[in-house]
């Protein structure tokens, strides 16, 4: 007997198999990757592709695709994106659009969609990524403490979180809406500071993860996001403290945190279960670098 299935089901919609770090700095520029498999092992180095540069933003969009954008490039800031296909290919450069910035960071919303946002000045300037990879400009309304050096994930299948990061320390966060609309400030939650990570996991829920307090303070904290949008109090750290680390979903409904530095560069990683769960350090692959960015795709 065939099972009876309700009217205006939609199957619970699971994440991407496979992720890829990009970019950074190893003391000087790069734009080699490193892909990760649907069982989180990291690859070794493919070699670079596109404008070296360092304190992007990436995400996936399309549903299986991903996008490297903005950064510092030698001379400046940039706004400039590269295109990952759903392989883990990355293109050359694409001509930027909106204002060019740094230290910004960026989601997936709206299931199939991105969106990058706030960064250098500091700013709160966010811009939309389109189904097909392809950046508008810059968003006329735009809300939110103007901040950099923050990071942001996927939550609730189709809506996204930028939080924590820089004018001063703080751990404010901004929803998006699944449309691309981002909140007023929510009061943070959890340990104010910046040069984190965040990635989805679970299918539906998000983690913030490391970072830098000021003072050489290297943190390995992480805080989970529920399938609401609604931060959780800090969780002790596993995992070497550090900073500029970067993160991306893998294996649909897992994470993992990459690279980063604490005194020297790292390349070691943390991979995150299904429930939000951070593993000890495993033994890095690739270039040591920090400064990076990652998404998943596939």
């Known amino acids: 007997m065939f099972p009876i299935i309700p009217a205006n089901s939609v199957a619970a919609e699971t994440g991407n198999d ?17 892909l990760v498999s649907n069982a989180g092992v990291v690859a070794t180095d493919v070699a670079g592709v596109g404008t070296a540069r360092t304190y992007l933003a990436a995400t996936q969009y399309g549903g299986d695709k991903g996008i490297f954008g903005f950064g510092e490039p030698a001379g400046g800031v940039a706004s400039m994106t590269n295109l990952v296909s759903n392989t883990g290919v990355v293109a050359t450069d ?15 919303y709206g299931g199939d969609k991105g969106i990058f946002g706030y960064g250098t000045g500091p700013t709160n300037i966010t811009n939309l990524v389109s189904n097909a990879g392809v950046v508008a400009s810059d968003q006329a309304a735009t809300t939110g403490t103007a901040r950099n050096y923050l990071a942001a994930c996927e939550y609730g299948d189709d809506k996204g979180i930028f939080g924590y990061g820089l004018g001063a320390y703080t751990a404010v966060t901004n929803l998006v809406s699944n449309t691309g609309v981002v909140s007023s400030d929510v009061a943070g939650v959890g ?3 910046n040069y984190l ?3 989805s996991y679970g299918g539906d829920k998000g983690i913030f993860g ?8 290297h943190y390995s904290l992480t805080n989970l996001v529920s399938n609401t949008g609604v931060v959780s109090s800090d969780v002790a750290g596993v995992g070497t403290g550090r900073y500029a ?24 990683t943390n991979l995150v279960s299904n429930t939000g769960v951070v593993s000890s350090d495993v033994a890095g692959v690739g270039t040591a670098r920090s400064y990076l960015n990652a ?3 596939n």
């Open 18 to 34: 496979e992720g890829i770090f990009g970019f950074g700095t190893n003391g000087g520029r790069t734009a080699v990757t490193n």
């Open 295 to 297: 998404c998943s795709f």
């Open 191 to 193: 340990t104010a500071r």
């Open 210 to 217: 490391y970072g830098y307090g000021g003072a050489s303070l």
């Open 94 to 108: 694409v001509a930027g659009v909106g204002t060019a910035r740094a230290n910004l960071a960026a989601c997936s």
């Open 245 to 268: 680390p970067t993160a991306c979903e893998y294996g649909q409904d897992k994470g993992i945190f990459g690279y980063g530095e604490s005194g020297p560069k790292r390349n070691m």
């Open 197 to 199: 990570a965040a990635c």
